[in-house]
């Protein structure tokens, strides 16, 4: 397979050079049959991968987070190696310090929308936090929400404090994975300006899939196809 960067949008904007907001995942992933061979290399903060269903988009991400081993290859982020099977280098999930934001939100239904938050605000983050929870509340405008159980909240809603989840752990890297597909055309509109908040304003390296064009024209510096 290729991954060839096919859009520059926004690159000038917040590229800034640097080795350490750069992606390196050459992989080759198995899965049963299935069998992709990956090639990304961006100096770029904010990437998109698009491809057909089925593709593997969400497998590479997979194999970023930790959550399946590549057969071969090597994946490298802002600076970190992650994965290296030639020098047996494999981090743990748990300690890749990545935030993975799901189509569906994946809240805990029994907590209110702090206790969903603060869920990920555990250890040494509690005291020092990077992103701390009133700075996630005012980013994402969920201050109101606070206090609400996740039973009755929008899908947007519940979104918006999925994100603010992955961001109170603390992440080095944000990985999305159609975090906007399961909601109308409307839902959607009223999300994606917070989605450029987060891009902005966090700073962080991000992989974006999405099927719609004009998501990701909004939200990567590049985009690269996989399949
Ligand atoms: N646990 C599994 N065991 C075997 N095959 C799998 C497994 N998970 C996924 N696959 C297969 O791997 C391929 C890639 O799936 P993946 O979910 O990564 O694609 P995708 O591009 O994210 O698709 P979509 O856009 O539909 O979400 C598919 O053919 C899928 O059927």
Known sequence: MNAA????????????????????IEIALRRGDFLREVSIRSRHRVIALVGASGAGKTSVLHA???????????IKIAGRLLFDAETRIDVPAHRRRIGYVFQDARLFPHLDVRENLLYGLR?????HPRFALHEVVALLGIDALLPRRVR???????????IGRALLSQPDLLLLDEPLSMLDMDRRDELLPYLQRVRDETA???IY????PDEVRRIADEVHRIG
């Open 5 to 24: 960067p096919i859009d520059g949008a926004h690159a000038d904007a917040r590229h800034d050079g640097r080795d350490d907001t750069s992606f390196l």
């Open 209 to 212: 899939v999405s099927h719609v």
């Open 204 to 206: 962080l390296p991000m």
């Open 123 to 127: 250890g040494d983050a509690r005291t």
């Open 64 to 74: 970023i987070a930790g959550l399946l081993r590549p057969a071969r290859g090597r």
């Open 152 to 162: 009755g909240l929008s899908g947007g809603e519940q979104q918006r404090i999925a």
